[in-house]
């Protein structure tokens, strides 16, 4: 019996309809990447797993996928492992590789191996797929793909206000309502302070980035299991719960955090960013949401959190800043900030909504009826030029009947059709159907056509 093929959970095949619909997102996303400056870069699929743990926080390590080693992975292994064996002991033995998780890490080992190649402030953009061992569901793969754009080695604010401008860009050009969410991990930190637990920063993050998964009474529980204070915990409800414009929010946590020298920096540097918005048109709205959280380990500044305000999906777009990210690797007090783009989600909110143009499901935007060998091989002088001209073209590979090859065109959702027999061979004309309103007109020359489509 043959085998039922099949695909990994969380991971998908794409067909070309679907495909032109992702190329459309990433070709809008790369060029509004490119209008502001930045350069490409790819990084490989898998890195060391030295480079890949840590980095992330606890929750983050455990989604790592994990390559095995090739050859006798076991042979290395030493027999009083296998007493009483754990799952973390055994990786450092049978995998020294791991799927990278996101490609921020990636940028950082990149910036530092190829520090004397480029410049600084590096403006880069990366688009490529991550995996992530999580619980496939709605708007959630183990596989997807993201569309970063970062600058380092600059600890200037505008660099914020820039990405603000950038993700406006984008979701403008992509007709996708957003709200711009943005918080700082300083402010974080001062609140934690105020509260009197700052040796469990981390805790409290990773609990209020659950907040929209489990609701302030799931974190208010996961704050207590980690063994915050009641006191704690309804001193930090108190400042998840107010709501008020951004001015209102930099005043009312100014009362509780203000004294706090983390609390303050990151007051500072909200209010400033707000002020610089001012001077800039944006289609989207922007909030200060002392809710969001961002629950990884290595963003130490402003951070950000885009929202469809149409679709309930999750975030579809965040990043943040991080001051010391490839002091890891050997190359300390350089700070980037950057965002990525959740390309798969982006293309799920937009399917949902309907609103991807109507020209993005055809690749080809003429097509030529095959209606023999003397007729093809007039058409295939007529194809180069049209190519020439960048204009997408095709004839069908045999003189089939003619309702299979207009068929084959309406299935590809193919605008024009080009039908050339022996008068208009004889003549030098194209008879040409428009397929959306089945309309044929007679074209004196290929120059005709061409012009149709620069108009």
């Known amino acids: 019996m043959a085998q039922k093929p099949s695909i990994p959970k969380g991971t998908r ?103 004397n190649e480029i410049t600084f402030p590096f403006k880069r953009y990366q688009i490529q797929p991550v995996w992530r061992a999580d619980k496939p569901q709605k708007g959630r793969y183990r596989e997807f793909f993201q569309c970063d754009v970062d600058v380092i080695g600059s600890n200037s604010l505008l660099n914020e206000v820039e990405l603000v401008q950038i993700i406006d860009d984008v979701f403008n050009r992509l007709n996708v309502n957003v709200t711009i969410n943005l918080n700082n991990r300083k402010v974080l930190y001062g609140i934690a302070e105020y509260i009197g637990e700052t040796e469990k920063f981390m805790a409290i993050t990773i609990a209020i980035d659950k907040l929209d998964k489990i609701g302030i009474e799931g974190v208010k529980a996961e704050l207590g299991n980690n063994g915050i204070s009641a006191d704690g915990i309804t001193k930090l409800e108190e ?29 500072d540097e909200m209010q400033t960013i707000i002020d610089l918005l001012k001077n800039i048109d944006l289609n989207s709205e922007v909030a200060f949401d002392l809710t969001l959280a961002r629950g990884l380990n290595y963003y130490t500044g402003t951070i950000f959190e885009v ?72 058409c295939l002088g007529l194809l180069e030029k049209l190519r020439k001209e960048g204009i997408n073209s095709e004839i069908f590979p045999e003189p089939a009947k003619m309702k299979k090859q207009m068929s084959y065109a309406n299935a590809k959702k193919v605008p024009f059709v080009v039908l050339i027999g022996e008068n208009e061979i004889k003549e030098g004309t194209l008879t040409v159907k428009n397929m959306e309103s089945g309309e044929q007109n007679t074209f004196a020359s290929i120059s005709d056509l061409v012009n149709l489509f620069k108009t």
């Open 239 to 267: 400042i998840l719960n107010f709501n008020g414009t951004a001015i209102q929010k930099i005043s009312f946590l100014a009362e509780k955090i203000g004294s706090t020298i983390s609390g303050s920096k990151g007051l």
């Open 13 to 115: 095949d794409f067909t070309p309809a679907e495909m032109v619909k992702r190329d459309y997102i990433f070709d809008t996303i790369k060029a509004v990447f490119k209008l502001y400056g930045y350069q490409p870069i790819e990084t490989p699929a898998m890195e060391n797993l030295s480079t890949l743990l840590g980095k992330y926080g606890e929750e983050g390590d455990k989604l790592l996928f994990k390559i095995l080693n090739s050859g006798d992975f076991i042979g290395n292994i030493p027999s009083s492992k296998f007493q009483n064996p754990g799952s973390t002991e055994l990786t450092g033995f049978i995998s020294e590789k791991g799927l990278r998780y996101d490609l921020t890490v990636p940028f950082a080992r990149f910036v530092v191996q190829n520090r």
């Open 307 to 378: 929202s469809a305000n149409d679709v309930q999906i999750g975030s579809i777009c965040g990043g943040g800043r991080y001051d010391d990210l490839t002091g890891i690797f050997g190359l300390p007090d350089v700070s980037g900030v950057g965002v990525s783009f959740g390309a798969d989600r982006i293309y799920d909110v937009m399917t949902e909504l309907n609103i991807f143009p109507s020209d993005t499901g055809s690749t080809t935007q003429v097509f030529f009826v095959n209606f023999g060998e003397k007729e093809q091989n007039y």
